[in-house]
């Protein structure tokens, strides 16, 4: 994470008996400050036009303009140009092939190392990360690489569950797949619950929301954070320049 970047990564862009990212508009608003323009990538999704259509209107809502980033003309001149980037949930898989098949990574990476806000949310949180190893979503396409943005130098697990101490489910829990990435990699990971999420600016990377979150670390005991928390210490400090 470079020093004058600012990034906001949403576990999910809506919790029960809540719209469309009715739980974090104040937030949102507050981290796009005098930022207008925001270009949305609605790869994620299959049908990209209603996808847009939706986060167009809730934007418009909060006074913000929205582009979408499938119907630009010139999609480098559309990052270089706009005020901030969204990218939103879906299939991580998909997004990434998406992103790497214009070949938008290093675009994204020069525009949000310059200052511009990214918001990320679900798949939008995970390509945000190193790579998109903990994502939980079904391989539906292949990426060439499992290689993302590493805006943050962090694994992201966004829609992070605890087990269910009442369930007769016998599969693996969302832990138990943590603890699995980390026996073949070192980065740790920040299992988000739904409801909450991260904001990384000024050097700093804060819980936000209400829900909480659980950082692994390998070879390490899982770390319960609470909202408000400082967790750099836990997750890597930013490179400095």
């Not at 303009?65 to 270089?80: F, G, N, Y």
């Not at 943590?178 to 619950?193: A, C, K, M, S, Y």
């Not at 739904?194 to 990377?205: D, H, M, R, S």
């Not at 928390?229 to 400095?240: C, K, M, Q, S, T």
Request: hydrophobic residues 40%; negative net charge; contains cysteine.
């Amino acid at each position: 994470m470079k020093s004058g970047s600012r990034i906001l990564l949403i576990s999910s862009s809506a919790v029960y008996g809540h719209g469309y990212l009715d739980h974090v508009e104040p937030q949102i608003k507050s981290f796009l400050g005098s930022a207008k323009n925001v270009l949305f990538f609605p790869f994620a999704l299959f049908d990209r036009d209603a996808y847009a259509a939706a986060t167009k209107a809730r934007f418009a809502a909060m006074g913000y303009s929205i582009e979408a980033a499938h119907a630009t003309p010139d999609l480098r001149k559309a990052i270089e140009q706009t005020d901030a980037i969204f990218i939103g949930g879906g299939n991580t898989f998909r997004l990434l092939k998406a992103l790497q098949d214009f070949e938008l990574l290093e675009t994204i990476r020069w525009k949000v190392k310059g200052g511009a806000p990214y918001i990320g949310s679900s798949a939008g949180s995970n390509v945000a990360g190193p790579t998109i190893k903990t994502t939980k979503d079904m391989p539906i396409v292949q990426p060439r690489s499992f290689d993302s943005l590493g805006l943050v130098p962090f694994q992201i697990s966004p829609h992070f569950q605890d087990p269910d101490p009442n369930s007769r489910h016998m599969g693996e829990t969302q832990e138990e797949r943590i603890v699995q990435f980390l026996e073949e990699n070192e980065t740790p990971v920040v299992g988000i619950r739904e409801g909450a999420w991260l904001l990384c600016e000024n050097g700093a990377v804060t819980l936000k929301g209400e829900a909480g979150a659980r950082i692994f670390r390998r070879g390490e005991v899982p770390v319960e954070a609470k909202p408000d928390d400082n967790i750099i210490e836990l997750v890597g400090r930013p490179n400095a320049n």
